[in-house]
């Protein structure tokens, strides 16, 4: 009996379309195990990039040398590549013979603006697929489950005698399929969760600072058109 209710014994002796949903389940819970890990070092590292970019922006270097140290760097993303697009943007369109002002922040806040939408796009990445596997997973393997049930008891059929000793291990085969959609979307829930609000705040720091550089930028724009005007 023992034997026959240990978890290999079970899965081996589970019908094809159960065993279909677990691997199913397994694969989607050893994908989802590789996209938390992934993401998690790299929401690590961009928030790492943040805090150390931060710290030399507000250090009052110089923007055009922090702009020739970002731009020698072999891959700039975060707070620093949106400084880039914002910084090149500006300096490109200020060196047109008679600039107006207000066209040179309109192209500088949209290459930031177009900037800010790629980290998004990167910050987002594998989001959808954790949010898929923890919305669905439970229902997959419910569905095993039931189709698990639904042999166990057709073949009672074919039984004189239902006992539990008949029943149980056809209810407990049914039953892992449910555990591991269970397994699989509780991690990915979680993880989603995390990340998703990690990305929320992370996206807010990097509009603040889109924000304050054009402020900062707006000021050098204009001060060039009143030192003309004196």
């Known amino acids: 009996m023992n034997d026959e209710m240990s978890l290999w014994t079970l899965i081996s002796s589970a019908s094809v379309l159960v065993q279909l949903v677990m691997a199913c389940l397994v694969l989607a819970s050893m994908l989802s195990w590789w996209m938390i890990v992934q993401r998690a070092m790299y929401y690590n590292a ?9 710290r030399q922006f507000w ?10 140290k970002s731009v ?15 910084f090149k943007e500006f300096s490109r369109l200020r060196q047109q013979s008679a600039a107006d002002p207000d066209a040179v922040m309109q192209g500088a806040e949209r290459a930031m603006r177009v900037a800010v939408a790629r980290e998004e796009a990167k910050l ?8 898929t596997v923890g919305s669905t997973s439970p229902y997959i393997g419910l569905f095993g489950t039931v189709w698990g049930i639904m042999n166990a008891f057709r073949g ?7 006992t539990l000793a008949t029943v149980a291990p056809g209810i407990a085969e049914a039953l892992i399929a449910t555990a591991m959609g269970l397994f699989a979307a509780i991690p990915a829930v979680i993880a989603y969760n995390r990340f998703s609000a990690r990305m929320d705040h992370m996206l807010g720091n990097y509009d603040t600072f889109a924000d304050e ?3 900062i930028l707006h000021r050098q724009a204009h001060a060039k058109t009143r030192a003309s005007a004196e």
């Not at 961009?46 to 931060?54: I, L």
């Not at 072999?74 to 620093?80: D, I, K, L």
């Open 213 to 215: 550089f054009s402020s």
């Open 59 to 68: 250090s009052g270097v110089d923007l055009a040398q922090l702009f020739r």
């Open 72 to 86: 020698a760097k072999p891959n700039v993303a975060g707070m620093e590549g949106i400084f880039v697009a914002g």
């Open 156 to 162: 009672l059929a074919n039984v004189q005698q239902a």
């Open 124 to 131: 987002e990445r594998f989001l959808p697929f954790l949010a």
């Open 46 to 54: 961009a928030g790492r990039a943040y805090s150390q970019f931060e």
